[in-house]
């Protein structure tokens, strides 16, 4: 009995492992089945409503409002995508040809949405040789609108009408990153800047100058010198007498004031100490700017391969120009010094840094581009109303947002100086501890100068016993000589 239960047990548990088998098999080949599909039956599906491009992008984000008017062409807005597979951050395209998202379709997606109609847009990936020829598709009838990272240049307005920019362009120039000494004899005043140095010497010469006056009003006879020498002690007296024992001092105010002023120079000086270190073990990872450029890379297919033709032409120094494909190309020609630079757009640099760290910098800007924007078939009536939902999306935070989910950049990466060092010290840093000082000091000189008027109208009864024998000393002598004339 207890193995035909046991036998029973087995059965089933073979029985619901078949069929948990099959249910997975199912599941896996519904899945797998868009990545099967072919190219016009995925266009297709987009036309019949079933596939949304946009809403598989976007989400929840996704909010096209079914309440608006449809446009007046009330057809399918077919749109090309550059089938390029250097930076798919931007439009990214399967082997097969089926887009799957990047950054400029989302854009693309989002200023849909903001358009005071309702279109549905069909994407269409082509592939070309260069940007150029995608953008020449436009005058045929199969694409009315080019989404994708696709640069604004006077070849191709030619063919096509341009948003304004949803993305701004600069060529730049990509190099490795060394380290390099830069320190010089003027670091060692670099952690504070000009006006505090001028503030700090000021301050020693107040100093001086409040030791002088108590001093001298106490008749010191070390001040007790020709004008042009007293000028010198207001400097020196301080310093010779806390350091060399050389000055003496004779006003009690004088050393509250002295002790004032090396509180004061004791915090100023381990600031300094601070700073200073800061200054001297900064990384200082600069860009590795070759003196002659002789082989340069570019990205295949872009416009910046004008750019370099255009500087291969006025350079007597550069042999060759060399086509580069992806990021992994990037890394590499630069590495094993292949190329000497790389030059190349702002959005891509910034996405290669944000891949691969700081042991790259990036150098320029060499030349001013428009920037990226979607292009339009000439006197399109969708370009207008395109351009104005691009503002409204690039002021969104949906624009940082896409740009961290994309590229992996928090916040646009600035173009940084090639001396990246710590900031200097200016005078407001210490502004609380140098009014204290002279306030204290003031003080010290109105309390001296008030214990000597206190001094000097006190007189001891001896002294006035002295005085008064004097005087009639000198009575009586007066009345002698008086009698005696008589």
Known sequence: MDIRKHMSLVFHFFVLFAFFAFLVTESESLTSL???????????????????????????????????PLHYSNAPLNVCVPNNQAFNEFVDVNEDGILKGGFSIAIFCLVVQELPFKVQPVFKSFKSANYTE???????????????????????????????????????????????????LMTLLRPFTRRLWLTIICACIFIGVAIGILEYRVNNPEFRVPFYQKILMIIWFPVSTFFF?????????????????????????????????????????????????HIVGYQHGSCVEDFANNYKQNSTTLAELRPLSTTDDYKTVLDTGKVDAIFEELPYIDIFLAKYGDTYKKVGPLADEPGL?????????????????????????????????????QI???????????????????????????????????????????????????????????????????NQIAEIEH
């Open 412 to 478: 646009p990466i600035p173009a940084k100086p090639v001396d990246s060092f710590p900031q200097s010290l200016d005078v407001h840093s210490f502004f609380l501890l140098f009014i204290f000082m002279g306030l204290a000091t003031i003080i010290t000189i109105i309390c001296s100068e008030i214990s000597l008027i206190r001094t000097s109208t006190k007189i001891s009864p001896e002294i006035s016993m002295n005085i008064m024998s004097l005087v009639q000393s000198i009575s009586t002598g007066s």
């Open 34 to 68: 868009p990545e099967s599909m072919t190219v016009t039956e995925w266009v297709e599906q987009q036309i019949n409503g079933t596939v949304n491009i946009c809403k598989d992008i976007l989400g929840t984000k996704w909010k096209n409002d079914g309440k608006k």
């Open 134 to 184: 995608t953008v020449q598709q436009l005058q045929g009838k199969d694409c009315e609108v080019v989404a994708g990272d696709i640069t604004i240049t006077s070849k191709r307005t030619k063919f096509a009408d341009f948003t304004i920019p949803y993305m701004s362009s600069e060529i730049y120039m990509l190099v490795p990153a060394t380290e390099k000494w830069n320190q010089t």
């Open 245 to 293: 024992h050389e000055g003496r001092i004779q006003n009690r105010f004088s050393k509250i004031v002295l002790v004032i002023w090396l509180t004061t120079l004791f915090i100023v000086i381990q600031i300094f100490t601070a700073c200073l270190s800061s200054w001297l073990t900064v990384n200082q990872l600069q860009p590795k700017v070759p003196k002659e450029y």
């Open 373 to 409: 924007a979607f292009a339009f078939s000439r006197g399109s009536s969708l370009q207008q109303e395109f351009s104005r939902g691009v503002v409204k999306v690039t002021e969104s935070p949906d624009m940082t947002e896409l740009k961290n989910k994309y590229f992996g950049i």
